[in-house]
């Protein structure tokens, strides 16, 4: 059974960085897009970012494009999410995700999710 185990977040400055990691296991995710998803008080939850696993291509919601980087710890099943220039509209529940079938990473449809951390961003 796959298991996503987050760590990370908190509470940071407007500027500051944060990273977020996430474990995985039960399987060995060659064909998975694993992602990260967030979602504010009020709103939907939207993507984030997303990493084909086993090539490590990457894409970027609009909103974190050049400041937020996805990357994998292949032997550790690992991945993270680097935030840097944090904005108070970053503030949010961070979750990770794992897309079994992996089609796309622009248009992931998780199969699993993390368990979510709070990430907040203070003026």
């Known amino acids: 059974q796959v298991q996503l185990v987050e760590s990370g977040g908190g509470l940071v400055q407007a500027g500051g960085s944060l990273r977020l990691s996430c474990a995985a296991s039960?399987?060995?995710?060659?064909?998975?897009?694993m992602g990260w998803f967030r979602q504010a008080p009020g709103k939907e939850r939207e993507f984030v970012a997303g990493?084909?696993?086993?090539?490590?291509?990457?894409y970027y919601a609009d909103s974190v494009r050049g400041r937020f980087t996805i990357s994998r710890d292949y032997a550790k099943k690992t991945f993270y999410l680097q935030m840097n220039s944090l904005k108070p509209e970053d503030t949010a529940v961070y979750y990770c995700?794992?897309?079994?079938?992996?089609?796309?990473?622009?248009?992931?449809?998780?199969?699993?999710w993390g368990q979510g951390t709070q990430v907040t961003v203070s003026l």
């Open positions: 990493i084909r696993w086993n090539v490590g291509s990457t």
């Open positions: 995700a794992a897309d079994r079938a992996g089609f796309s990473i622009a248009t992931m449809s998780p199969d699993y």
């Open positions: 039960g399987s060995t995710f060659s064909s998975y897009v």
